[in-house]
C-alpha cells in the first residue's frame, strides 16, 4: 500500500501534492419507469407516452486511503431529472446509511441533469388523472431504490484506481435572456425585432471533465461539467434523456460499454443549448450533418471530451489528494415586495378554482405565502449543503440552484484550483438564482416567483464556496 507522504507530480502545478491511494467504483443503472409518467419541467400537465431513451442514474464512488486507513470520501450521482427535489436525498441516503456502514452518508451527492422530458417526483405539481399515470410518489420512491441500489454496487466495486482531469472545450452554453430597449429582458425572447439590443449575459464554453481508469488501464468512468441544462429537445410527450444520452452512447462505442459517464450541470441558470439568433444557419447545418439537435449538441460535447482526454491522458496519477468539507450555510432569502405580493395574488385567484392550472396556481401562491412569513416576522434564512472538495488540482463545488452562469465565473475565477467544477441542482431545488443585472431586466427566471434567493443571497454562496475551497489551498491565501 501506498503511505500517505506518496508525492504525485503534477505538470500544471509549480509543487507536489501529498497523496494517498485512490479507490473508484462506478455503476449506471436505469430509472425509466414501466409506465406513463407526468413529465416535469413544464407549467402545464404532460403524460408521457414512449421512452425515446432511458432515463439513468448514474454513482461514482471515491475513497482515499493510507494503508488501511480511510482519509476521506465522496460519492458522486448524476440523475436524469429536471431537479433533487425536497426530500429525494434523504430518502436515497436513509436506504444507503444501514447497507454501507463504512460510508459517510452526509458526503452523497446527487444532482440532476435538468432534462425536462423526467419523471415529476414531486406530489401536487400537477393535477393527475385518477388511472393510467405512475403518480409521483409510487416513482419517487422506485427511483430512489434504483439509486441506492447503483450507490451500494459502486461503493462495493470500488478498486485501486487512477485519475486524471482536464479542459476541453464545447459550444453548448448561450445565454438565453433576451434584452430589449426599454431594459426589460426574456427568457427565449425574440432577437429578430428592431427593440432587441443584445443577449444579457456571459456563457461559459468551458468543459471540464474527470476520467478513472483501473490498474489495467481500462477507463471505467468520466465525469463531465457542462454550464447548461440538458433540455435541447424540451417538450413533446417522451421519455429521454434529452443530449446525455448520444453523450454516452457515442463515449461507449469509442472508449468501451461498460464505461460510465456523468452528466455533471455546471452554473447555467440563464442558459439553453437551443441558439437565440443564426437559427437558420445553426438548422442549415444541422441537416446537413444528418443530426438532430440532440445529436449536434453530443458531438461538440464529445469532441471536447476528447480535446480534454488527450491532454489528460498525459497526466495520469493514482496517489492524489482526495478532501471532502461539507457544512450548511445560510443565505438572505429574497424579499417580496408590496407590487409583487399584489401581482402574485391576482394571478393565483385567476387559477385557484382550475385543476388544470395548479402549476400556475402553486407558482404565484407561493409568493404570497413568503410574503406572509416575512410580514409576520417568522422568515428564516434559506439553508442548504454546500459540499467543496479537492481531488488532486481539481476543486468541486455544489448548489442546489440554477445559478446564473456569473456566480459560477466568480467562483472559478477567484479559486486557487487549476480546475474548477460547479455543480448545480444538488438537492432540494432552491429555484433559480439570478443577478441583479436580470432581477431589474424582470422575466421568467429572474422574478420573485422563479427564486426564494436573489442576488445578495448569490454573493454570500460565491464568498462561502470561496472559503470552502480555499481551505484545500492554504499556501494560496
Known amino acids: 500500500m501506498k503511505a500517505a507522504a506518496c508525492l504525485l507530480a503534477v505538470a500544471l502545478t509549480a509543487t507536489t501534492l501529498p497523496g494517498a491511494e485512490l479507490w473508484v467504483g462506478a ?3 436505469s430509472i425509466t419507469p414501466d409506465q406513463p409518467v407526468a413529465l416535469d419541467g413544464h407549467r402545464g400537465l404532460r403524460v408521457s407516452n414512449k421512452v425515446e431513451s432511458p432515463v439513468t442514474a448514474t454513482a461514482l464512488s ?7 486507513k480511510v482519509l476521506d470520501q465522496a460519492v458522486f450521482v448524476s440523475c436524469d431529472l429536471v431537479a433533487i427535489r425536497e426530500g429525494i436525498l434523504d430518502k436515497v441516503r436513509e436506504k444507503v446509511k444501514p447497507r454501507l456502514p463504512d460510508f459517510d452518508v452526509d458526503k452523497l451527492i446527487l444532482t440532476a441533469t435538468h432534462t425536462h422530458n423526467g ?4 406530489e401536487g405539481r400537477y393535477t393527475l388523472p385518477d388511472s393510467g399515470v405512475m403518480k409521483p410518489a409510487e416513482y419517487t420512491e422506485f427511483m430512489t431504490g434504483k439509486v441506492a441500489d447503483a450507490i451500494v454496487e459502486s461503493w462495493k466495486k470500488r478498486q485501486i484506481g487512477k485519475v486524471a482531469w482536464g479542459l476541453g472545450h464545447a459550444v453548448v452554453a448561450q445565454n438565453r435572456r433576451a434584452v430589449y430597449a426599454d ?3 426574456q427568457m427565449y425572447g425574440a432577437t429578430d425585432k428592431e427593440s432587441f439590443r443584445g443577449i444579457e449575459g456571459y456563457q461559459d464554453h468551458g468543459l471540464d471533465v474527470l476520467f478513472f481508469w483501473d490498474r489495467q488501464d481500462q477507463l471505467i468512468a468520466t465525469a463531465i461539467n457542462v454550464p447548461c441544462p440538458s433540455q435541447e429537445a424540451e417538450g413533446g410527450l417522451s421519455l429521454h434523456a434529452d443530449f446525455w444520452h448520444p453523450v454516452r452512447e457515442t463515449l461507449r462505442q469509442r472508449h468501451g460499454q461498460d464505461l460510465c459517464v456523468l452528466g455533471l450541470p455546471g452554473a447555467g441558470g ?11 444557419a445553426e438548422a442549415r447545418m444541422r441537416k446537413l450533418r444528418g443530426l438532430t439537435g440532440v445529436e449536434e449538441v453530443a458531438r461538440r460535447i464529445v469532441a471536447g471530451w476528447e480535446e480534454a482526454l488527450e491532454g489528460a491522458s498525459k497526466n495520469i496519477g493514482q496517489d492524489v489528494v482526495l478532501q471532502h468539507s461539507v457544512e450548511t450555510i445560510e443565505l438572505p432569502r429574497r424579499k417580496v415586495t408590496e407590487s409583487e405580493v ?3 395574488r391576482r394571478e393565483s385567484a385567476k387559477y385557484a378554482d382550475n385543476p388544470a392550472q395548479r402549476w400556475n396556481f402553486r407558482w404565484n401562491q407561493g409568493v404570497v405565502e413568503r410574503y406572509d412569513v416575512q ?3 417568522t422568515e428564516e434564512p434559506f439553508t442548504m449543503q454546500l459540499h467543496a472538495l479537492r481531488l488532486g488540482d481539481v476543486a468541486i463545488a455544489t448548489n442546489p440552484f440554477e445559478l446564473f452562469t456569473d456566480f459560477g465565473v466568480q467562483i472559478k475565477a477567484r479559486s486557487p484550483a487549476v480546475q474548477t467544477l460547479i455543480l448545480q441542482l444538488t438537492g432540494d431545488s432552491g429555484g433559480y438564482l439570478p443577478t441583479r443585472r436580470a432581477v431589474e431586466g424582470g422575466g421568467y427566471s429572474a422574478v420573485i416567483q422563479s427564486s426564494r434567493v436573489g442576488p445578495e443571497g448569490g454573493q454570500v454562496l460565491v464568498d462561502r464556496t470561496v472559503e470552502a475551497i480555499n481551505a484545500f489551498w492554504p499556501q494560496s491565501k
Not at 119 to 122: E, F, M, N
Not at 270 to 280: G, L
Open 62 to 68: 471515491l475513497e482515499c486511503r493510507d494503508g488501511d
Open 270 to 280: 440563464d442558459q439553453t443549448s437551443r441558439p437565440m439568433y443564426r437559427k437558420a
Open 27 to 29: 455503476v449506471t443503472t
Open 183 to 185: 431594459g426589460t429582458a
Open 119 to 122: 419523471p415529476v417526483t414531486l
Open 375 to 377: 410580514q409576520a416576522g
Open 342 to 344: 399584489a401581482e402574485a
